[in-house]
Structure formats: structure tokens, C-alpha cells
């Protein structure tokens, strides 16, 4: 069975969404999105091809795309595991964002 690991930049995200829920709509709502989000990285460990390409935001880089809520989960399978890259919310302006992170 895969593994998944959070890349430095993925474990910063999920803090800073705990935190972000925690501020605004208490420890309840933070707990169950940071479980939904979890649990999307189970389910792409266990199916790592159930993810999205998108070429128009990553180009031809091996990263697929997995959406949580109003998240996306970017994400990349190797071998046995699946690194998250990065956690971002969907209302960014993703393609400079990605090209800076991916390069």
C-alpha cells in the first residue's frame, strides 16, 4: 500500500488552514476540515491516479490535482508514495503561484 508525505510547503498549508478555522469558525469546523483534508490524502495514497492533470497550471510537470472544498490538493505519486506539494485554495491565482513552486 502508498504512503502519502507532506512536503514542508503542504504541512505549513494544513496549519495555516487549521488556524485560519479555528479564528473564524471555531475548533469544531477546524477539526472537521482538517479530517475532510486527511482523509483526501488517505484516499489519493490508496488511488493515486484519481487525480486531475492540468496543463494549464502546471504544464507538463508530474503533479495532479485533487479538490477539497474550495481547495485543491496538488499532489505527485512516486514509486510507493504520494508527496502533497501544496494545499492551496482555489480562488488563487493558481498558474504563478504553481510556476514559482514547481519550477
Not at 493515486?48 to 504544464?59: S, T
Amino acid at each position: 500500500m502508498r504512503r502519502y508525505t507532506l512536503s514542508r510547503l503542504a504541512q505549513e498549508d494544513l496549519v495555516a488552514i487549521r488556524d485560519y478555522y479555528l479564528e473564524n469558525g471555531g475548533a469544531r469546523a477546524a477539526r472537521k476540515v482538517v479530517t475532510e483534508l486527511v482523509a483526501a490524502f488517505r484516499r489519493l495514497a490508496r488511488n493515486p491516479g484519481v487525480g486531475h492533470p492540468r496543463a494549464d497550471l502546471a504544464g507538463d510537470r508530474p503533479v495532479l490535482f485533487w479538490p477539497v472544498r474550495n481547495y485543491l490538493v496538488v499532489y505527485r505519486a512516486t514509486g510507493n508514495r504520494v508527496e502533497v506539494v501544496t494545499v492551496v485554495h482555489g480562488y488563487r491565482d493558481l498558474a504563478p503561484y504553481l510556476d514559482r513552486l514547481l519550477h
